[in-house]
């Protein structure tokens, strides 16, 4: 009950949270069209980590025999959480990098894990410090070096990824931790600068233009001053997903990564994606992201890969998400709220 608590209190405390809705089934537009039986298995993925409130009791019940409409329906209610910010929903992916083991004139960027005496509870150095300082160098931190530093920014922010190795393997790497430093996108900073309209950034756009231009290039990824560090997940199964934020193996187009100052990590979630491509899905919050602020704010995982980054890289769009809780949480939020 700690994440309840926690948000009951932001309500009662001001304006930061403008609303919290019960909705009744038939609000949930596409809700009898979806594949319950899909969602309910990426549930159970992530339900046995859930141990506070009611989750515990309604986990156990999950792996019977009803029908998974029929168990979502019974044992939770819809709930709508608004911040008063504009909905907004990505998508993100698992990069499949080029990569070796050692140094070589072609894989010279490093991709290090955390160092020790990097502090967990406060900012350490910055992106730009870090990387020209040299910090982190020579300490035997390297889990791996891949070719240019726009794909390793890139992998940072996705937050995991495969690195194919010459030899025909690959190296899985994983979210290690990160400096302490907020999230800042290089894509509204090329916008602010009137190098690009809105409309026009990219992942595609931002890498093209970084590798033509390399001094220039670099500033603006010392933009984003937020670094993120990893480990080696080698031991996740080819076939299965990246690792979330709560360990465990996520689902191409069911797994949602949310604020979880909002959504509980764990927790059913109804999306209703808007734009050229609606989707309307029951999909699982099983990670986070450090671009992934605000109660409408989501991030759909597209998969492995280039296609996947492709796809991914196309959605920004609106539309709404809509919380599943446990019945008496859901009560006791929306009450808070009153």
Not at 77 to 96: K, S
Not at 164 to 189: A, C, D, F, I, M
Not at 201 to 218: K, Y
Request: with cysteine; charged share 25%.
């Amino acid at each position: 009950m700690r994440w309840l608590g926690a948000l009951a209190a932001a309500f009662l405390a001001g304006p930061a949270l403008s609303d919290a809705r019960l909705l009744d089934w038939a609000d949930l537009h596409g809700w009898a069209d979806d594949d319950h039986t899909a969602a309910l298995s990426v549930f159970l993925e992530t339900c046995g980590d859930l141990n506070s409130g009611d989750w515990p009791a309604i986990c156990a019940l999950a792996g019977k025999d009803a029908d998974p409409r029929t168990f979502f329906e019974t044992f939770f209610r819809p709930v709508l959480i608004t911040d008063g910010e504009d909905p907004l929903f990505t998508g993100y992916y698992e990069p499949e990098l080029h990569g070796s083991l050692t140094r070589s004139t072609r894989f010279s960027i490093p991709l290090y894990r955390r160092p020790e005496d990097a502090p967990g509870d406060r900012p350490w150095l910055t992106r730009a410090q870090i990387e020209e300082s040299g910090v982190l160098e020579d300490r035997g931190l390297e889990i791996a070096w891949v070719e240019n530093p726009v794909d390793k920014f890139f992998l940072q922010v996705q937050g995991s990824g495969r690195i194919r190795l010459s030899n025909g393997t690959s190296l899985r790497v994983g979210y290690g931790g990160k400096n302490g430093h907020p999230y800042r996108s290089v894509g509204k900073e090329l916008v602010r600068r009137g190098i690009f309209e809105e409309h026009q950034v990219s992942a595609r756009v931002i890498r093209n233009w970084v590798n033509n231009n390399p001094i220039e290039g670099a500033r603006l990824l010392h933009h984003n001053p937020s670094y993120v560090f990893f480990r080696d997940v080698s031991r996740v199964a080819p076939d299965r997903g990246p690792l979330g934020a709560m360990n465990r193996s996520i689902t191409e187009g069911r797994t949602l990564a949310v604020d979880p100052d909002f959504v509980p990590l764990g927790a059913p979630v109804w999306l209703e994606k808007e734009g050229a491509d609606p989707i309307r899905r029951l999909m699982i919050a099983q990670d986070t992201g450090s671009a992934i602020k605000g109660a409408q704010r989501g991030d759909i995982f597209f998969g492995s890969g280039d296609d996947a980054g492709r796809e991914a890289g196309r959605i920004r769009d609106g539309g709404r998400m809509v919380v599943l809780l446990p019945i008496e949480e859901a009560l006791a939020l929306v009450d808070a709220d009153q």
